[in-house]
C-alpha cells in the first residue's frame, strides 16, 4: 500500500474546521484591535502571531525549505504529540521506534492510545535491517515510526541510505528527530523532495541554546504540515519566544561558533575520559553529549553527585553508562578532575 495522507488522518479531524481568531485576517491592516479581549494598557497584551509567519520566513532562508513546509511547535515535544494525535486510532494503531531512544516517542504514543513496537538498536546502535523490521512496516496499521539521529542517548547518526529505506518501504509517517543534528555531518532535511512521507524535527534548544523558550520545528509535505496546523492551539508559542529565535537566527554566526566550541570540547571530553581507569568505553558521539560505560556506573553516578555534578544515568538502558552533556570548559574540566580523584 503506498503512502496516501488522507488515508492516514483520522476521519473526524479531516474536515475539522480550525479555531481561527479575526486577527489572522486583519493582522497589520488595522490601527485599533477590539477584537480579541485584550487589556489595552499593558506592552504585553497583545496575543502572539499564531502562524508564526516571520519566524518560518527566516527558518525558509536558514534551511532551505518554503514556508509552508513549516510548523513551528511549543518545542519538539508538541510537535510530536500534534503529530500522534493527528494519525493515531486509540487502540488500534501502531506506532515504531528503536530502544534505547529518546522518551518521549513512547510516553505521547501511549497519550495518543497506541500500541508501542520497541525494537532493539543493534549492539553499535543501528538499525535492525533484516526481514522483521520489513515485516513491520508494511503493517497496515502501522502509523508512525520515530527514526531519532544522532539518537539521544547513543549519540550516533543513522546513515543516511538506511534513513531511505526505511522511507521507501512504509506507508506510515517516518519522524526523523533531528534534535541534535546541528552537531552532526549530515541531515535529512534533504530528502523532503523525495519522501512525501517524511517528518524531520528539529529544535532551538540544543544547538540555538534556546531550551527555555522552548520551540521546536516541523519540517514536512505542505499537506501534512497544513492538517498539523489546524490541530495546534492557536497560541503555541509565545510573543517572546518568537522574537528570540528571531534574534538567534540573525546572528546565525554566533550560534555556529557556539556549535563549533560545543564540538571541540566534545572531542576532548572523549579524548579525556576514554584515558580514565573508571571508564570503559566512550560511544562516538555527534550530539552534545557523550555516553560513557563506567565500570560502576552507579557509584560514578552517586559519587559525581556528591561533588555537586549530575549526570543522567543510562544504565537501565545501555549497561554501566552515564550520559553527559557537554558543558563550558570549566564544568568539563571540574568533571574531568572530579573523575580523577575517583576511587
Ligand atoms: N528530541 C530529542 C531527541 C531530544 O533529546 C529532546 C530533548 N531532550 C527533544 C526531542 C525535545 O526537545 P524540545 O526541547 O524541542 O521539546
Redesign the pocket.
Same mark, same amino acid.
Given at each position: 500500500m503506498a503512502y496516501n495522507l488522507s488515508n492516514l488522518v483520522l476521519d473526524h479531524l479531516k474536515g475539522l474546521s480550525p479555531y481561527s481568531s479575526a486577527r489572522d485576517e486583519f493582522s497589520e491592516r488595522a490601527e485599533i484591535y477590539l477584537d480579541a479581549n485584550e487589556n489595552p494598557f499593558s506592552p504585553y497584551g497583545r496575543y502572539p502571531d499564531p502562524s508564526h509567519l516571520e519566524l518560518r520566513k527566516s527558518l525558509s532562508a536558514l534551511r532551505k525549505v518554503s514556508t509552508e513546509n513549516i510548523l513551528i511547535?511549543?518545542?519538539?515535544?508538541?510537535?510530536?504529540d500534534l503529530l500522534l494525535r493527528l494519525v493515531v486510532r486509540p487502540g488500534r494503531d501502531k506506532v515504531l521506534y528503536f530502544t534505547p !531512544?529518546?522518551g518521549?516517542y513512547r510516553v505521547s504514543a501511549e497519550i495518543a492510545g497506541a500500541k508501542t513496537l520497541e525494537m532493539p538498536l543493534s549492539v553499535d546502535f543501528n538499525l535492525p535491517l533484516g526481514p522483521t523490521l520489513e515485516r513491520i512496516l508494511k503493517d497496515p496499521d502501522l502509523k508512525v515510526v520515530f527514526l531519532?539521529s544522532p539518537?539521544?542517548p547513543t549519540g550516533n547518526t543513522l546513515p543516511k541510505e538506511e534513513v531511505r529505506q526505511i522511507l521507501s518501504s512504509t506507508s506510515a509517517l517516518v519522524v526523523v528527530?533531528e534534535?541534535?543534528a546541528d552537531f552532526a555531518k549530515e541531515s535529512s532535511l534533504d530528502l523532503l523532495e523525495t519522501y512525501e512521507n517524511l517528518v524531520v524535527?528539529q !529544535?532551538?534548544?540544543?544547538a540555538f541554546g534556546l531550551?527555555a523558550a522552548?520551540?521546536?520545528m516541523a519540517y514536512a509535505s505542505k499537506e501534512l504540515i497544513a492538517y498539523l496546523r489546524r490541530i495546534k492551539p492557536p497560541y503555541n508559542v509565545s510573543t517572546f519566544s518568537q522574537s528570540l529565535a528571531l534574534e538567534r537566527l540573525k546572528s546565525y554566526e554566533t550560534v555556529t561558533e557556539q556549535i563549533q566550541k560545543i564540538i571541540k570540547e566534545r572531542q576532548r571530553l572523549e579524548k579525556a575520559l576514554a584515558k580514565l581507569p573508571s571508564v570503559l568505553h566512550v560511544y562516538p558521539s555527534e550530539a552534545n553529549f557523550l555516553l560513557v560505560e563506567f565500570s560502576e556506573s552507579k557509584e560514578v553516578f552517586q559519587y559525581l553527585l556528591s561533588r555537586s555534578i549530575v549526570v543522567r544515568d543510562r544504565s537501565k538502558e545501555v549497561p554501566r553508562a552515564l550520559r553527559i552533556t557537554v558543558g563550558t570548559p570549566k564544568e568539563n574540566n571540574q568533571l574531568l578532575s572530579a573523575l580523577k580523584k575517583y576511587n
Open positions: 511547535g511549543n518545542g519538539s515535544d508538541e510537535l510530536i !531512544t529518546y518521549m531519532c539518537n539521544n528527530d534534535a541534535y524535527l !529544535t532551538f534548544s540544543k531550551a522552548r520551540l521546536g
